[in-house]
């Protein structure tokens, strides 16, 4: 199964907790125990988990991406002003895979699911493949 959603994001860099619709679409798709591959089709977005209970933990990240990758442009060769935000993509991946458990994806007490924006503010797609093993 095959789900499509799509976010707007408000800022250049931010991360955008999805756990909720990704869990929504598991329970949709009756999967009990499979896997979920959570993809953006990005080339300035990313997926990633992460701690979901401290909220200042993704303001550390995005500080530290942009302490570590500046956008200052004449540092790059690529013509549209946004390589800091390819690069901080490939740092991240565009996707994660999840095992589902008992019709939960299987997380840390901590983790939550993010989207990634770097090159923003923009409207995103994300898809998320649901597999059930087979039994």
Not at 48 to 77: C, G, M
Not at 104 to 131: A, S
Request: with cysteine; net charge negative; proline share 4%.
């Amino acid at each position: 199964m095959l789900f499509t959603f799509r976010i707007s994001t408000d800022r250049s860099l931010s991360f955008t907790d999805i756990s909720s619709k990704v869990k929504k679409y598991i329970r949709e798709s009756g999967c009990r125990n499979g896997i979920a591959i959570i993809f953006t089709p990005h080339t300035t977005a990313g997926i990633t988990i992460n701690e979901n209970a401290d909220p200042h933990v993704q303001d550390d990240i995005a500080w530290k991406f942009r302490d570590l990758i500046p956008p200052d442009e004449s540092e790059y060769l690529h013509g549209e002003r946004n390589s800091h935000s390819h690069v901080m993509s490939t740092l991240t991946g565009a996707s994660v895979t999840l095992i589902i458990k008992d019709g939960n994806p299987l997380l840390g007490v901590w983790q939550g699911i993010y989207f990634c924006e770097f090159d923003g503010p923009r409207m995103r797609t994300i898809h998320i493949k649901i597999m059930k093993d087979v039994e």
